[in-house]
Structure formats: C-alpha cells, structure tokens
C-alpha cells in the first residue's frame, strides 16, 4: 500500500514572504528526507509558480469576502511521488478561461508544449501582475504529467479553482 | 562605469557587472515579486554598456532556479546583449540539471548570440 504523507498545508493570506517561508519548510523537508536534488529541484518550480500565481491574483476578489480570499497550498508525498496542490476562489469568466488554457495544454506533447513556451515568452509581455503567462506551461513541462484540475461551485458567481501537479521521484 | 555588485538573496540573484575587470555575471536563485522591476537597473546599465563596450564580453548565467516570470526578463537581457558586439553567453548548469541545460538551449535558439554550455 502507498503511503501518503502531507508535507504542508497553508491556509491564508499568501504574499511573497509567505512564499519564501513556504518554500524554505518544503526544501528542508526534502533535504531532511534525503530528496534528490533533480527532483527537489522540479518540486521547488512547481511549488513557486503555485504560490506566485495565487500571490499575484490573490486581491482579484470582492475584498469585503475575507471567505473568498481564502486560498490554500498543499505539498504531500506518496512513496513513488510528489503531489503540489493549489486553490483559490476565481470569477466565472476567469473559470472558463483557465479550462480553456489547462486543457490546452495538457493536449500538448512534450515537444508541443516547448513550442507553445518558446511562442509565449517571444510575443507576450508580462502583464500588470507581472506574470509572464508561462506559469501552467512551465508546471507541466518541469512534471512530464497532466496537469488536473476542479472547480468547485461556491456560490454568487465564484468557483474554487484546485489545480494538481504530480512529480514523480523515479 | 559603474559596478553593479548586489549579494544574491533567497529570492534574487547575486549580479556582478564590472566593466573595468571584464566580468559579468548573474548567478544563483531569480523568483522576485516583481522581475520586471528587479531587472531593469540590469537591462539600463547593459544599454549603456553597449554605448562603449569592451572589445568582447563573456556573459556568465550559472542560475541555480528561476521563475517565468524572471525567464522572460532573462530574455529581455539577452536581447539587449545582442544588440553588442562580440558577446559570448556562458550557461552554467548543475552537471545533473537537464531542465536548466534544455532553458538554455532554449534561450539560445531565440537570440543570434553564440553560447557555450558548462557544468559545475
């Protein structure tokens, strides 16, 4: 039976000192544990492109809803993997079009997805938030896995979006 | 010209850029808030280097991680570095870091730069 052990959870308020904290308790967990650097490695980009992204949209929401500000960030570890997991509340519009992007490029192959990143860095520019649009693409590029997704229902226009990026160690 | 020295943090690169001693160098971690505005003192001293640069520059990238937000100012930096004569890129990975090698055999398909590959 695969064991399953959460590394962290992190429920709150999400800025890039927390980022910093949150980054540092997972590599010294994977440094204690005796991770290989290469897979330390493709776990610290998943995990920053995670956090940076809820950083970055995190004052997208009705700020008067502390609830609808609530996003979260999970790192577990199953015997043969890592699993990095991220969720935050977003707006329909901003629901579609996130399934629009996942799926698109979770429909890519490995050689397809170098296009779409190489595409994307050439022709965008970052956007007021500062992202460089390559996050998704990177996470899946950095795992070689699709990347999995939900959006649950919460009610007057607002979806919980999770997404799930699995590392795997061998 | 004046030197830029900054010490590498958990979430900035260390940067050394010292024409009178011929090095150029930006290593280590580069996952900042904001790339854009971290880089553009970066980018603003390049420009000006390439007013009067020296007869060749060897750029050293030896990144141990950075972020896509900061990939797209590293080509923004690239870019600014072919617009100078005789420049040569030198990528530094990690000997067991292929995403780092493959990133900058990436970065070196985008820009006319020569780029030689070194392991540490």
Excluded at chain 1, 112 to 118: A, D, F, S, V, W
Excluded at chain 1, 138 to 148: I, N, P, T, V, Y
Excluded at chain 2, 95 to 109: P, R
Aim: aromatic share 10%.
């Amino acid at each position: 039976m695969l064991s399953r052990n959460l590394i962290l959870v992190y429920e709150g308020e999400f800025t890039q000192e927390i980022t910093k904290s949150v980054l540092a308790m997972a590599e010294r967990n994977m440094d204690s544990m005796g991770e290989e650097s290469s897979i330390k490695r493709k776990v610290f980009n998943v995990m920053v492109e995670c956090l940076q992204n809820i950083v970055k949209h995190s004052d997208d929401f009705n700020p008067l809803s502390a609830k609808r500000n609530a996003a979260i960030f999970i790192i577990g570890k199953e015997d043969d993997r890592y699993v990095v997991t991220s969720g935050n509340p977003v707006d329909t519009d901003a629901a579609n079009s996130l399934k629009i992007r996942i799926d698109e490029i979770n429909g890519l192959d490995k050689e397809g997805l170098k296009k779409m990143y190489k595409d994307i860095i050439k022709t965008n520019h970052l956007s007021n938030k500062g992202g460089a649009g390559l996050g998704f693409v990177d996470m899946a590029r950095k795992s070689g896995q699709k990347l999995e997704y939900d959006f649950e229902d919460m009610g007057e226009g607002f979806h919980f979006f999770s997404i799930t990026t699995t590392i795997l160690r061998f | 010209m004046e030197i830029i020295n900054l010490e590498g943090t958990e979430d900035t690169p260390k940067i050394l850029l010292d024409k009178g001693n011929g090095i150029f160098e930006i290593s280590g971690r580069s996952l900042p808030e904001d790339s854009a505005e971290f880089y553009q003192p970066i980018l603003d001293w390049i420009n000006a280097y390439g007013e009067d640069p020296n007869p060749e520059t060897s750029f050293v990238f030896k990144l141990e991680y950075f972020n896509t937000a900061s990939s797209k100012l590293i080509l923004d930096v690239l870019s600014a570095l072919e617009e100078i004569d005789n420049v040569t890129i030198n990528w530094y990975f990690h000997e067991d870091d292929e995403d780092m090698e493959e990133a900058g055999e990436e970065f070196s398909e985008l820009v006319e730069i020569p780029f030689e590959f070194n392991t540490y």
